[in-house]
């Protein structure tokens, strides 16, 4: 929930208050009447059902022609305001005059609630005003001081504007007619703008721009109008019509030039923010550049192959540590087993070589020339040697000795015990 302080508070409704109660007419009685030594007025305005504070200040109350008196109906000419520091809001008079209307007061507000009626007053169909004007038609006597003004602040506040006079009756009776030939004739030349407008004066002096024929021609132009006639307390049915009413002639180029000034200080800081933009922008780009940079280096086949090799590389020597972790594993291993195998190969040979070697005698002993000893041969049958047991009768062998060898055939055996 956002809070504000009472003072923000009051500040928004007498900022609320007095640009919607710019200039309000109101009737009723005096009371409670106060002439302070400042010169200043204070009353209170009421009616039967309610009462408004009021003041008019020294300035104003000087003009008045009459006396003001408890109990005297008056009509007020004014703005709302609020006394902020007590939060009271009060009719700040600008002219009072007593009740009942004088003829050019009575027509203005019959005429006044005339076109209000037709909707030449309406919002919504006010033209808005181009930003940068380039020519504007100026509606006014040409030898006004209201000319001179306009010329003046179009000069100092933006001097690429054309300014186009239509030299123009601003009083009297022909004022009205002159306002609306010139409307005319400045309406088909293509302006951005046109101001009408003149200087202050009385009711009777500016009537002109209350006539009827002036907000026709003002609510029948084309082209947008700025009406900027008298001072600020004066209001006319130009005013009205108009799509942007000035209080002054001055203030009307004011208000629809731009100020030169404020567009160089503009254009440096546009300058500034796109140079930063720019900056930021050539930075973002430049980072992304970069990161494109490096997305194309680690996907390069130049890239791709280094990767690769890299790989292998690792591959191969993690295959070699491997490997020679392996070897070294297997020779621990295999130690043992090499010290126990070649022990039992020694072992084994010493074995074999010693059977041979006795198999070697054994073969030396059965070699007939060997047996030597008389009396003993050999016994061989069918090319084997074989002991005499193993003969049978009929059976057919040999006997041999070192030196000779005998056929014979077993006729009968007999064993000894």
């Given at each position: 929930m956002n809070t504000i302080t009472v003072s923000t508070l009051n500040e928004q409704i007498k900022s609320l208050l007095e640009s919607t109660f710019v200039r309000v007419f109101v009737e009723g009685e005096l009371s409670r009447i106060t002439h302070h030594n400042s010169g200043h007025i204070y009353f209170t305005l009421k009616d039967k059902n309610s009462s408004i504070s009021g003041v008019m200040f020294r300035g104003n109350a000087s003009k008045l022609k009459f006396r003001l008196e408890e109990g005297l109906k008056v009509v007020i000419e004014g703005a709302i305001t609020l006394y902020a520091p007590r939060g009271s809001y009060q009719i700040n008079a600008i002219n009072i005059e007593p009740a009942g209307h004088g003829a050019l007061a009575l027509a203005f507000e019959q005429l006044k609630a005339r076109l209000s009626e037709q909707g030449y007053f309406a919002p919504e169909i006010k033209k808005p005003m181009p930003k940068f004007p380039k020519r504007i038609a100026l509606v006014t006597s040409a030898t006004g001081a209201a000319l001179q003004d306009m010329q003046r602040v179009a000069s100092q506040r933006y001097p690429l504007v054309e300014l186009y006079v239509y030299d123009t009756v601003v009083q009297g009776e022909y004022a009205a007619p002159s306002i609306v030939n010139a409307i005319s004739a400045a309406d088909v030349q293509n302006f951005d703008i046109i101001v009408v407008?003149?200087?202050?004066?009385?009711?009777?002096?500016?009537?002109?721009?209350?006539?009827e024929i002036v907000a026709n021609a003002i609510y029948a132009a084309k082209t947008p109008i700025v009406?900027?006639?008298?001072?600020?307390?004066?209001?006319?049915?130009s005013d009205f019509v108009a799509d942007l009413r000035a209080p002054t002639?001055?203030?009307?180029?004011?208000?629809?030039?731009?100020?030169?000034?404020?567009?160089?200080?503009?254009?440096?800081?546009?300058?500034?923010?796109?140079?930063?933009?720019?900056?930021?922008?050539?930075?973002?780009?430049?980072?992304q550049l970069e990161h494109l940079e490096n997305l194309y280096k680690r996907n390069s086949i130049e890239q791709r192959i280094s990767?690769?090799?890299?790989?292998?590389?690792?591959?191969?020597?993690?295959?070699?540590?491997?490997?020679?972790?392996?070897?070294?594993?297997?020779?621990?291993?295999?130690?043992?087993?090499?010290?126990?195998?070649?022990?039992?190969?020694?072992?084994?040979?010493?074995?074999?070589?010693?059977?041979?070697?006795?198999?070697?005698?054994?073969?030396?002993?059965?070699?007939?020339?060997?047996?030597?000893?008389?009396?003993?041969?050999?016994?061989?049958?069918?090319?084997?040697?074989?002991?005499?047991s193993a003969l049978k009768v009929g059976d057919n062998f040999e006997a041999m000795d070192a030196t000779r060898s005998v056929q014979a055939r077993v006729e009968n055996i007999v064993k000894f015990i």
């Open positions: 407008g003149r200087g202050g004066g009385s009711m009777e002096d500016l009537w002109g721009f209350n006539e009406s900027a006639v008298g001072h600020e307390i004066d209001w006319l049915i002639p001055s203030a009307a180029m004011e208000m629809i030039l731009p100020d030169q000034n404020e567009l160089l200080q503009t254009l440096d800081v546009v300058a500034q923010q796109l140079e930063q933009s720019m900056q930021q922008k050539l930075i973002r780009a430049k980072t990767n690769s090799l890299e790989e292998i590389k690792q591959v191969r020597e993690r295959f070699d540590q491997t490997m020679v972790y392996r070897f070294e594993n297997a020779k621990r291993l295999l130690m043992p087993l090499a010290e126990n195998l070649t022990r039992q190969v020694e072992s084994n040979l010493l074995q074999k070589q010693h059977k041979l070697q006795i198999l070697q005698q054994g073969i030396l002993a059965q070699d007939p020339k060997q047996k030597s000893k008389k009396g003993f041969a050999q016994t061989v049958k069918d090319g084997k040697i074989v002991e005499l």
